[in-house]
């Protein structure tokens, strides 16, 4: 098909031409970082934790008063716990996954820099973390009782007491020693002595994200640090059967409040709700930039429909011209498709440059990553698809238009 009457025609009708490749354009240019950033909160809810979140369920306690016996008491607490049906392992620490706070502490690998290595979240646990937490070591050993430090010795005034061996998450010991074989290098983090790598486990977040790279959100270190109830009020318990974590949570309850009354629970959750609840915010996001995208998908569709059924009318006679030189229905369609395509075709190629304008901004204002080049084409292809179908009813009524009705309705 010749082009010079399409663009013939489009030159006639420059207005309303340029309105329908200015609403392409810009739906392309939303549409494209709308899929990108949905793509990314999509991505944030659904990375590994590495924790074995199926099976883990959490009771937070806070005291009333002061506890001189803190750890004593903790101690029986996880007998207690560990003793209850079904359950494979308890333990207490300092933090938990999914969670707005978070300890967090610099890493140098030399004593005497002045600018850190990075910045990694620090777990305390004693020998039964890792299986408590279904954490994989795939290199290294797991703590023995020796290794373990009280935290209530810790933190001591002008204690010299810290905890001088560590596992860490494969992400931290990548970016500490690319390439190398962390096992048994030192670095500094938690007092004047360094802290030697004795393990490591594949994955390994931190409770919340915070932006240090691509890698930060598993920046984590776990020291041997055994904590008591009051340090945190975190009790982490691994059941077998993940359909009992509710009558776990009631039975852990019971038996804590039976070993000390003047306590609070403060939280009784599962792993799986407090992942969903950290994430809430990310998928109502992703929701409302989704709908934001139908409706500029909608919109746009009607604008061509509308443009292209005004076109129609205007264009009876010249439609029946042709019709009555020898144009096929066919021909009739495709006239009007490749108007449409040729119109959507600029208005993406503008589309694409305010893409990046957009994205450039947003990576000033938010920090948010470059804008990848694969989300172009994807926009450029639904909206070239969504205007080959929205012109597709108008072009039909136009080719199924008798050449004499249209003759005489000049």
């Known amino acids: 098909m010749e082009l010079r009457p399409i663009l013939s025609t489009l030159r006639r009708h420059k207005t309303a031409a340029s309105l329908i490749v200015l609403e392409i354009a810009l739906s392309c240019a939303i549409i494209c970082n709308a899929l990108f ?54 333990t207490t620490t300092n933090q938990v996954p999914f969670n707005n706070s978070s300890w967090n502490s610099s890493i140098n690998l030399t004593k005497e820099q002045t600018h850190q290595n990075l910045n990694a979240t620090v777990y305390m646990g ?22 373990v430090v009280l935290f209530s010795e ?13 596992i860490l998450s494969k992400a931290t010991a990548d970016k500490l020693w690319p390439g190398e074989n962390p096992i048994g290098k030192q670095y500094y983090s938690w007092g004047d002595d360094p802290t030697r790598v004795i393990g490591i486990v594949d994955h390994f977040v931190r409770p919340n994200y915070n932006g240090d790279g691509p890698g930060g959100y598993e920046y984590s270190q776990l020291l041997p640090v055994r904590t008591s109830y ?65 409706a500029l998908l909608i919109v746009t569709a009607l604008g061509i429909v509308g443009l292209a059924s005004f076109w129609v009318q205007q264009r ?29 075709t600029l208005g993406i190629a503008i589309g694409m440059v305010l893409a990046f304008g957009i994205n450039q901004l947003l990576m000033g204002k938010y920090e948010l990553p470059r804008l990848p080049l694969m989300y172009l084409p994807i926009g450029a292809l639904v909206l070239w698809l969504l205007g080959q179908v929205s012109v597709f009813g108008p072009a039909r009524k136009a080719a199924s238009v008798p050449p004499a009705v249209a003759t005489r309705s000049v």
Not at 53 to 79: F, K, Y
Not at 285 to 292: G, K, R, T, Y
Not at 316 to 324: E, F, K, P, S, Y
């Open 37 to 90: 950033l949905i793509s990314g909160r999509l991505e944030s809810i659904n990375k590994v934790s590495g924790f074995d979140e199926q099976h883990i369920v959490r009771v937070q306690v806070g005291g009333i008063g002061t506890d001189e016996d803190a750890d004593s008491l903790t101690q029986t607490d996880l007998a207690a716990l560990r003793a209850l049906p079904g359950v494979k392992n308890a």
């Open 154 to 166: 810790l933190e001591k005034p002008n204690s010299k007491v810290q905890p001088h061996v560590a």
């Open 316 to 344: 009876t006679r010249q439609i029946g011209v042709r019709r009555a030189l020898g144009a096929t229905k066919g021909q009739i369609t495709r006239y009007f498709q490749t108007e449409n395509f040729l119109l959507a």
């Open 230 to 294: 009051n340090v945190g009020g975190n009790y982490e318990i691994r059941i077998a059967d993940a359909s009992q974590r509710q009558a776990t949570l009631a039975a852990a309850e019971k038996a804590l409040l039976k070993n000390a009354n003047n306590r609070l629970i403060l939280n009784k959750d599962t792993m799986e709700d407090m992942r969903s609840e950290f994430y809430r915010a990310d998928r109502s996001m992703a929701w409302m930039l989704a709908s934001v995208c139908v």
């Open 126 to 147: 004693d020998v039964q973390f890792l299986d408590t937490m279904g954490l994989k070591l795939v290199a290294g050993r797991n703590f023995t009782p020796d290794d």
